[in-house]
């Protein structure tokens, strides 16, 4: 959908005007939200704020190189890979921290206490109606270690408190938190072994990339969970199917490595593996978020104050 496309627009944003509740006073819009053609032109040359549709950024992409008074790009996802390396090095990119916190933590959370329930083993045996009882370990006094404690991997804590389990936390670099040390991501070969489930919230990085592989994952108990809602490739796929297949870890994964997950891939029925189609986010928690942060962010830029989230600043 594209509307408001009249030429002299500063921003192109993929929300109803109504819907921010307005803008700053001299910053016409351009709507688009990603799922038509883009704007012709005439009505993109003066824009240089341009919030990203979510999800959208295959669509995207090719309208960067039509903004020839681009200045800032804002991203509605945390992680910005994929848009990085389209971004001209004059123009600021932003990502979306914050935004995602609440939805990803929640679904973390979910998919760990899934495996450890067995509620995918419930869900079947009520399909076949049998009634399956037996044991099934509690998040209760386990140890959850979350890699990559920024704002999400906080978040995922502050719901993992009341469930009465250590957390540990690993991060880019050591420093002091509210709940505990934050350790640095040197340190976290050493702690694997103490537990019980390890929540992978970073970010996909030339650092990060197949972070979890053969002798990560080996350094972990028997009977660990894995549970990715950062991304896919973060993860060494062919050295968790091998886990996997021997029945040692469990794994539940929002996010995957191929993505999406082609039919007939081994992580479809590899054993004690429970796959969510990368929807960790899209909850009705986003679009307020997004919306609020959107708001936020066109205000400092009209007002000439520092943006928030910047991943890169532009040169220009």
């Known amino acids: 959908m594209a509307a408001g496309d009249s030429t002299g627009a500063r921003t192109m944003l993929p929300y109803a005007l109504s819907e921010l509740g307005g803008l700053p006073e001299g910053w016409p819009a351009v709507v688009w939200d990603g799922r038509g053609p883009a704007p012709p032109d005439g009505a993109l040359a003066a824009v240089e704020f341009f919030v990203v549709p979510y999800t959208r950024t295959d669509a995207a992409v090719p309208v960067l190189g039509r903004l020839p008074a681009l200045r800032v790009v804002q991203s509605l996802s945390a992680g910005v890979e994929d848009l990085l390396p389209h971004v001209a090095p004059e123009v600021t990119l932003c990502n979306a921290r914050g935004v995602h916190d609440t939805s990803t933590a929640e679904h973390a959370v979910t998919l760990l206490l899934a495996v450890l329930r067995g509620i995918p083993d419930l869900v079947r045996a009520q399909e076949a109606q049998r009634w399956s009882a037996g044991f099934r370990p509690a998040l209760a006094d386990r140890t959850v270690l979350i890699v990559g404690y920024g704002s999400i991997g906080a978040a995922v804590e502050a719901r993992l ?120 986010a899209t909850t009705s928690a986003f679009r307020p978020r997004a919306l609020a942060l959107v708001r936020v962010q066109l205000a400092r830029y009209a007002a000439g104050e520092p943006l928030a989230n910047v991943v890169s600043a532009g040169r220009g």
Not at 257 to 269: M, R
């Open 161 to 280: 408190v009341p469930f009465e389990c250590e957390v540990l936390r690993v991060a880019r670099s050591a420093r002091p938190a509210p709940r505990g040390p934050v350790h640095a991501m040197a340190e976290l070969p050493s702690l694997l072994p103490r537990a019980d489930a390890v929540v992978l919230t970073v970010p996909l990085t030339e650092r990060t990339r197949g972070l979890v592989d053969a002798g990560l994952l080996a350094r972990l108990r028997d009977g660990a969970v894995v549970v990715n809602v950062g991304r896919g490739a973060v993860v060494d796929t062919a050295a968790l199917l091998a886990e996997l297949h021997s029945g040692r870890l469990w794994a539940a994964l929002d996010v995957t490595d191929p993505e999406p997950l082609p039919p007939g891939h081994a992580l479809w029925t590899a054993p004690n593996t429970l796959i969510s189609p990368h929807v960790a």
